[in-house]
């Protein structure tokens, strides 16, 4: 069964930094590209940021590009969101979610960010 | 980038009723359109890959159309467990965008 586990979220002071793991089990990791979404409170999905199988490739959204750093490390199986300079608007529920080609199939339940002074 | 544009933002129908749901992207992105239900306090569900691709499990009564820049999503005799909110999704080489979402409600 594939499982996904978001952690590392909280409640952090606009300008620091935050670092968000995944973990998943139930399927050969390495052979996925991961994406991050996440969603602010009563607000629609916003896709944040993916990465290819091998890291070779990687993508973000204009919100949070030159912030916000994408890696894996597939021999533990786990995908990460580096946040540096949070701001409010970062305030949100992060998901990950393994990607099937063009579609994310599974997701996590989320890590929920909270971005205040 | 590319903007996808949803629309109705909400709708109310009665049960078995036929409901549409319609998603423009503002740039020629062939078939790679994929559709999410998302019910209160959970994680999306992906229910049609592909424009027109219905995943495994989902009933279907769900069905997708459309390539290029216009994409339809239908539910053919809304239920009540069918009660959520409804996303558009396109695939650009690792770069997604989600449409705003419809709120699906029973009348």
């Known amino acids: 069964e594939v499982q996904l586990v978001e952690s590392g979220g909280g409640l952090v002071q606009p300008g620091r930094s935050l670092r968000l793991s995944c973990a998943a089990s139930g399927f050969t990791f390495d052979d996925y590209a991961m994406h991050w979404v996440r969603q602010a409170p009563g607000k629609g999905l916003e896709w944040v940021s993916g990465i290819s199988w091998n890291s070779g490739s990687i993508g973000y959204a204009d919100s949070v590009k030159g912030r916000f750093t994408i890696s894996r490390d597939n021999a533990k199986n786990s995908l990460y969101l580096q946040m540096n300079s949070l701001r409010a608007e970062d305030t949100a529920l992060y998901y990950c979610?393994?990607?099937?080609?063009?579609?994310?199939?599974?997701w996590g339940q989320g890590t929920l960010v909270t971005v205040s002074s | 980038d590319i903007q996808m544009t949803q629309s109705p933002s909400s709708l109310s129908a009665s049960v078995g009723d036929r409901v549409t749901i319609t998603c423009q992207a503002s740039q020629d992105i062939s078939n790679y359109l994929n559709w999410y239900q998302q019910k209160p306090g959970k994680a999306p569900k992906l229910l049609i890959y592909?424009?027109?691709n219905l995943e495994t499990g989902v009933p279907s009564r769900f069905s997708g159309s459309g390539s290029g820049t216009d994409f339809t999503f239908t539910i053919s005799s809304l239920q009540p467990e069918d009660i959520a909110t409804y996303y558009c999704q396109q695939y650009d080489n690792l770069r997604l965008t989600f449409g705003g979402g419809t709120k699906v409600e029973i009348k």
């Open positions: 979610a393994k990607a099937t080609v063009t579609s994310l199939v599974y």
């Open positions: 592909d424009a027109s």
